[in-house]
């Protein structure tokens, strides 16, 4: 399974959209994030429902698209603290009490930077 994703360049209030394009099929789907001096955190997770970070709750939606092996993180209201390079994930062996835990994922995406200018 290959991962590629997409990131960018906005400003603070606005929003942007991640894509993942996986070469096979996943069960589930994840997005994780990386500040710098930070260590990798958790930002929301999709399988048959969606799981999120706190932090990101009400702002961030997952979204899937089984057809493409495409998952998707619309990401509204950018905080300058958001930015980090976000990386995505799939695995197949995944219970409900792993979601938020990068080791349980199998594959991983190369990152993709996301800057948020003030």
């Known amino acids: 399974v290959q991962l590629q994703a997409s990131g960018g360049l906005v400003q603070t209030g606005g929003s942007l959209r991640l894509s993942c394009v996986a070469s096979?099929?996943?069960?589930?789907m994840g997005w994780f994030r990386q500040a710098p001096g930070k260590e990798r955190e958790f930002v929301a997770a999709i399988r048959w429902t969606e799981y999120y970070a706190d932090s990101v709750k009400g702002r961030f939606t997952i979204s899937r698209d089984n057809a493409k092996n495409t998952v998707y993180l619309q990401m509204n209201s950018l905080k300058p603290e958001d930015m980090a390079v976000y990386y995505c994930?799939?695995?197949?062996?995944?219970?409900?009490?792993?979601?938020?835990?990068?080791?349980?994922?199998?594959?991983w995406g190369q990152g993709t930077l996301v800057t948020v200018s003030s």
């Open positions: 096979g099929r996943a069960i589930t």
């Open positions: 994930a799939s695995g197949n062996r995944l219970i409900q009490s792993t979601i938020t835990q990068g080791t349980a994922y199998d594959y």
